[in-house]
């Protein structure tokens, strides 16, 4: 199963871009990457999930190299309200979502400054 | 959009008291999942069901059960109760094979 490191946490200031980067080494080959991010006493919500290249909805980006063994999300232009921890899945979505596709580890807590 | 829906929201229990959440997921979701997060911790996964039949299961403590119903809710079961058990429980939703869940707002339990 493909376990994923994320740094612990990670400081912004209001209108940067933050990458957040999740190293999948030993990801497999149906594995997808999914991120999500919590709020204190919420639930995860989903932000995105990606295969290979690049993935971008209304608001992050996703961007997975060619081996995959990595992958970085990509908020522009950040506000307060982004502070969260933000959450990087790795699993076979079609195997009934089983595995890692269910556990979330080691988030990264972003503090997004004034 | 209707969302997953979880009940009670709150809730206060003593030791070695019985606790059942409840759970509504998303209509024509057909995966229910579980979680458990203590203070200052990650979502730990408990269990899961597709179409009404248990699909993995996580860390979940025999003095816990689970089941879903024919309507598709789901129902969390604790006995038993211990101080470590206080904790956030979500519980959500998602299509079979997509790779995304729904949360709810969860259920905070309060063991004292």
């Known amino acids: 199963l493909a376990k994923t490191t994320q740094p612990i946490s990670m400081d912004s200031y209001e209108g940067q871009e933050v990458n957040i980067t999740c190293s999948h080494n030993n990801i497999a080959t149906n594995d997808y990457i999914t991120w999500y991010q919590q709020f204190p006493s919420q639930g995860p919500r989903f932000i995105i999930q990606g295969y290979k290249t690049k993935v971008t909805n209304e608001v992050a980006s996703l961007f997975i190299p060619a081996d995959r063994k990595s992958s970085t999300l990509s908020l522009p232009r950040v506000s307060l309200s982004d502070t969260a921890v933000y959450y990087c899945l790795v699993g076979d979505k079609q195997r009934n979502n089983a595995g890692n596709m269910l556990t979330f580890g080691g988030g990264t807590r972003l503090m997004v400054k004034p | 959009a209707a969302g997953v829906i979880q009940s009670p929201r709150h809730l206060i229990k003593e030791k070695r008291e019985t606790a059942t959440l409840k759970c509504y997921p998303i209509?024509?979701?057909?995966?229910v999942y579980w979680y458990q997060q203590g203070p200052g911790q990650d979502p730990q996964f408990l269990i899961s069901?597709?179409?009404?039949?248990?699909?993995d299961k996580g860390s979940i403590p025999d003095r816990f059960s689970a089941q879903q119903f024919s309507d598709y809710h789901s129902e969390l079961n604790m006995s038993s109760l211990e101080l470590g058990d206080s904790a956030l429980y979500f519980c959500?939703?998602?299509?079979?094979?997509?790779?995304?869940?729904?949360f709810g707002e969860g259920s905070r339990l309060t063991v004292l």
């Open positions: 209509p024509r979701h057909d995966t």
């Open positions: 959500a939703s998602g299509p079979r094979g997509s790779g995304e869940l729904f």
């Open positions: 069901f597709y179409e009404k039949m248990q699909s």
